[in-house]
């Protein structure tokens, strides 16, 4: 079998399991197969990779201490959260000015409004309970930095720095530009706005991004003393209710405005006519229920070891 080809093969494997088990793979593939590696067993080794690196990073098995177990839930939240934050923020930009679209009269508002306003005001919690639980970890994260673990981190905070600096430089002119614009043309009327939009839009996701692998990344490598784990671990209990909160404010919000003023829905770039679904919105909230599933993995991972964590 070709060099290149057994790379290929191994490398969705941890290291360690590469150092000790990746010679003796390759000979009995090169025995079996004679350098012609099926189409299935080659899938079977990248299935069988990921599997190995999944139970190494905690995220399935009992190969792990508990207590990194239950971190890795945590941090799987915090990605979880991420995801919604971005989708969040997609539909803050598109139920901009929702209420101008409402009849007059109260009985139209009352449940879009306080719909929306539970939103905002459950979202704004998150964000405080993301930041605490960032505060507690700083003292551990300070340590890791101390004993040279910079290093590992270099890469991954140069991404995240140079895609805040890309995402201010597209900030500023696009907010003057937009200052200038009507509602009409913010909200696909201009179509050259618009398009530059979705271009600022993937910037600040891919950046958003970046910062959340870095914080992924540092989380799984600093040390916590177990009070603090303790209390990382019930704070992404709280952010995954949370979420589920939030998805279900969004699904009341869209059922008033399909009620009460599916014209909204119907004029957006994304809207069908005729119908309270927007294309658009449909993808912001299949994004917010996909990551309230990932949150609910990890929730499930920290319960399934939370015993064992608090004995060990």
Not at 63 to 82: E, F, N, S
Not at 247 to 260: F, Q, R, S
Request: aromatic letters at 8%; hydrophobic letters at 55%.
């Amino acid at each position: 079998m070709e060099r290149a080809m057994t790379d290929r093969c191994l490398r969705w494997y941890p290291r360690a399991w590469r150092a000790r088990y990746g010679e003796e793979v390759v000979a009995l593939l090169d025995e079996e197969y004679d350098g012609h590696l099926p189409t299935l067993v080659h899938l079977g080794l990248v299935t069988g990779g990921l599997r190995q690196r999944a139970r190494q990073s905690g995220l399935t098995g009992d190969a792990v201490p508990a207590a990194d177990g239950v971190r890795v839930g945590a941090l799987m939240v915090l990605a979880a959260w991420v995801a919604f934050a971005a989708a969040g923020a997609s539909f803050a930009k598109f139920s901009e000015h929702f209420d101008e679209a409402l009849p007059h009269s109260m009985s139209a508002h009352r449940l879009s409004d306080a719909a929306f306003t539970l939103l905002q005001t459950v979202g704004g919690v998150t964000v405080v309970i993301v930041v605490i639980g960032a505060l507690l970890a700083v003292p551990a994260l300070v340590r890791y930095l101390r004993e040279g673990g910079w290093s590992s981190l270099r890469g991954h905070a140069l991404r995240a720095l140079a895609g805040t600096g890309i995402t201010v430089a597209a900030t500023v002119p696009l907010v003057v530009w937009a200052r200038h614009l009507t509602s009409h043309q913010r909200n696909g009327g201009l179509p050259l706005y618009g398009g530059l939009f979705l271009l600022w839009a993937a910037i600040m996701a891919v950046t958003l991004t970046l910062w959340a692998v870095l914080a992924i990344v540092a989380g799984s490598r600093i040390v916590l003393p177990k009070a603090i784990l303790t209390a990382e671990a019930i704070l992404a209990v709280a952010i995954a209710v949370a979420m589920v909160v939030m998805v279900g404010a969004t699904a009341v919000w869209w059922g008033a405005m399909a009620k009460d003023a599916p014209s909204f829905l119907n004029a957006s770039p994304g809207g069908l006519p005729d119908s309270p679904l927007d294309l658009w919105f449909v993808g912001m909230v299949a994004v917010m229920v996909v990551a309230v599933g990932l949150a609910a993995l990890g929730i499930v991972r920290e319960a399934r070891l939370w015993r064992r964590m608090q004995v060990g």
